[in-house]
């Protein structure tokens, strides 16, 4: 697989953050954001749907940004989540970045997770695991007490270790679609994009063979 070079250290959503409240009045957060990257204020602007959650920033113009530059607009879009999305004028730029972007998916998908919790008031208390001391069959199971699952334990199995997946009896019996959505979001906003362990679909027999 094609390697880039290291991302920019800088942390998007804590520019989000701090520099949301140092730019009250002035520009939306996402702009103040780009802006400290180091992109010309005049370049960025932002569109935000309240209504959906989604906000959409776009760099103007033509002259390409320094590598550093673009993979932190990138990080902070990653950060945001899948309500958080950059465009680009520069043909170039925009193809760069969804390069950039490819090794920042897992990082995209795990903000993702936290926001819907956060959307269905579950963040709080969400579980994270212990790779060196719990097996991935007991975190799932602590993963559905915190969706409120009647029986924990018998809805996520783990599959080589490397994937949760729906067991072979909740592929029989599917959960109900709020207990999926708390699921999938848990797995995703847990700690366990790090060790490179997602929640997915396996084939029928893997489902069967897992824990």
Do not use: K
């Not at 060196?132 to 007991?138: G, H, K, V």
């Not at 969706?147 to 334990?153: E, H, L």
Request: charged fraction near 20%; charge should be negative; hydrophobic fraction near 45%.
């Amino acid at each position: 697989m094609t390697r880039f070079p290291v991302l920019a250290a800088v942390s998007g959503a804590a520019l989000l953050a701090m520099l949301g409240a140092a730019h009250a009045g002035q520009e939306a957060p996402i702009e103040a954001a780009l802006i400290a990257c180091g992109i010309p204020a005049e370049r960025v602007t932002s569109l935000t749907d309240a209504a959906v959650g989604t906000v959409e920033a776009t760099i103007t113009g033509e002259e390409p940004l320094p590598e550093e530059v673009l993979a932190c607009a990138v990080r902070i879009e990653a950060e945001g989540g899948y309500g958080t999305h950059l465009r680009f004028d520069s043909v170039d730029m925009a193809g760069r970045s969804v390069e950039l972007g490819e090794e920042l998916e897992p990082l995209r998908v795990h903000h993702g997770g936290l926001r819907q919790l956060e959307m269905l008031g579950l963040r709080e208390g969400l579980p994270l695991h212990d790779s060196a001391s719990e097996p991935l069959a007991a975190f799932a199971a602590r993963l559905e007490t915190h969706c409120s699952v009647a029986r924990p334990g018998t809805l996520i199995a783990s599959a080589d270790g490397r994937y949760l997946t729906l067991s072979a009896a909740a592929l029989a019996d599917p959960p109900a679609p709020e207990e999926f959505e708390c699921l999938s979001a848990a797995a995703a906003g847990s700690n366990l994009w790090e060790q490179g362990i997602f929640f997915g679909f396996v084939a029928d027999d893997a489902a069967s063979a897992a824990e």
